[in-house]
């Protein structure tokens, strides 16, 4: 006799490691690896090689990245409906040949149009391998275990800084960028691809309770709508409570990464400057892993708090020292909060807002904050332009951060969160 789907769904285990939900979480993790690596902490090794070898203006190559931040931030708004669609192996799939393309591809630019034309597909590409569509994917496989998943998944994000940008570097001084670019396309394609077709099949079936829904009778079949729409979210406190203030903290963080190295090599030299870059990575997977195994205990909106006071203070710590040491201290506190500011939205979402919203509310929620950080970078390079240093540009990061931290603590939902223990 057949059991009844939803007594078969309340017969899984998801803390079994023989689980089918993580091997879908390794999968989701070298998809990350890939996405951020490529499509986040290289692109400044891009900006480099094509005014070296173009002499294109920095503002020229700047506008390209933020054309592909807008664009990825527009597309994720839709990656649930497009999951539900198409189903998850298909959507990262179409994200790396997007990617791997597009890399590929800028080997072979010769004008300006064609690495705008080049960079919005590549922004496909990430936008089908974003936070957004790893939390929505991994949402069809798990409920009780989902943000130690999601933790699990995105330290892909951290390794991609780690390990494919600093490879990226080499392998460029050894044998040229054009050859480096169409090397590093083949090997994702490698990788990826059969990891991606053997390592995700069909989810489990659901209950109304999951999230995502998308029953093994097909992607479409049975799936019940979400009870929110963008809408109703855009024109929701409750929304803008757990959007809002993450906006501000990821547009203090990412604004930070990327003048990192520029503020600190005056002090301990470029070499040292780039070695912290490595220690705030490192130290971003630390910090998902204690928060992965100890989600469900813990008060999220407090911790996101508590992240974005110590990364406030991390900033005023580096503005007052040049000690080595000091700051490479002051980087590594930065970081152990840097990926839980990724990965907290969806862990929110889940235990605030209605399953069958989660994959569109995160959606909605990674957008917003991807437009928004998109003008970090920009705005904190001019105001340490119009005041000839990094202090006051650092002095905004740490009132954007604490005004983050106070809104989230201050902008609880009146109605009890789930309690998923």
């Known amino acids: ?42 692109h400044g090794i891009y900006l480099s090689e094509l005014q070296r070898l173009f002499g294109w203006s920095v503002s020229l190559i700047s506008g390209a990245t933020t054309a592909y931040y807008l664009l990825t931030a527009s597309l994720v708004v839709f990656i649930s409906d497009a999951i539900v669609r198409f189903g998850p192996r298909r959507i990262f799939l179409t994200g790396t040949c997007c990617l791997g393309g597009a890399v590929a591809l800028l080997a072979f630019i010769a004008a300006p149009w064609q690495l705008y034309l080049v960079y919005l597909v590549m922004a496909v590409g990430s936008a089908a391998m974003h936070v957004a569509a790893i939390s929505n994917v991994l949402s069809l496989w798990f409920d009780r275990q989902r943000g130690l998943a999601i933790s699990l998944a995105l ?9 494919v940008a600093p490879t990226l570097v080499i392998a460029i001084a050894a044998t040229g960028f054009e050859a480096t670019m169409v090397g590093a ?33 097909g992607p479409r079949s049975g799936a019940a709508p979400p009870r929110w729409t963008r809408g109703e979210a855009l024109r929701s406190l409750a929304f803008w409570s757990v959007a809002g203030p993450f906006a501000l903290a990821l547009m203090a963080q990412v604004g930070f990464f990327v003048h990192q190295i520029a503020f600190l090599e005056p002090a301990i030299g470029r070499t040292q400057a780039g070695f912290t870059v490595a220690l705030l990575t490192a130290m971003a997977i630390v910090g998902r892993l204690a928060l992965g195994v100890s989600v469900l205990r813990l008060d999220l909106r407090r911790v996101t708090a508590l992240s974005l006071v110590s ?54 929620s990674t957008a917003v904050g991807q437009f928004t950080y998109a003008f970090g970078p920009g705005l904190l390079g001019a105001v340490r332009d119009a005041t000839g240093g990094y202090t006051a540009a650092l002095a905004l990061c740490m009132m954007l951060q604490l005004a983050a931290a106070g809104a989230i603590q201050m902008s609880r939902p009146q109605r009890k969160p789930i309690d998923l223990r």
């Open 1 to 42: 006799m057949a059991m009844p789907a939803d007594l078969a769904f309340a017969a899984v285990d998801e803390s079994s490691l023989r689980y089918d939900g993580w091997r879908v979480t390794a999968v989701c993790f070298v998809v990350a690896m890939f996405c951020w690596g490529f499509g986040l902490y290289s």
């Open 155 to 163: 330290n892909g994000a951290s390794s991609g800084g780690i390990f």
């Open 185 to 217: 396309a083949t090997v994702m394609a490698a990788i990826l691809i059969p990891a991606i077709a053997i390592g995700i099949d069909r989810p489990p079936i659901r209950t109304q309770a999951t999230g995502v829904l998308l029953p093994r009778g």
């Open 311 to 364: 990364q406030a203070a991390a900033l005023f710590a580096m503005t007052q020292t040049t000690n080595a040491a000091a700051l490479f201290i002051a980087c590594a506190i930065f970081g152990l909060s840097a990926g839980n500011l990724v990965s907290l939205p969806a862990m929110i979402i889940q235990r605030e807002f209605e399953a069958t919203s989660f994959g569109m509310v995160v959606g909605l």
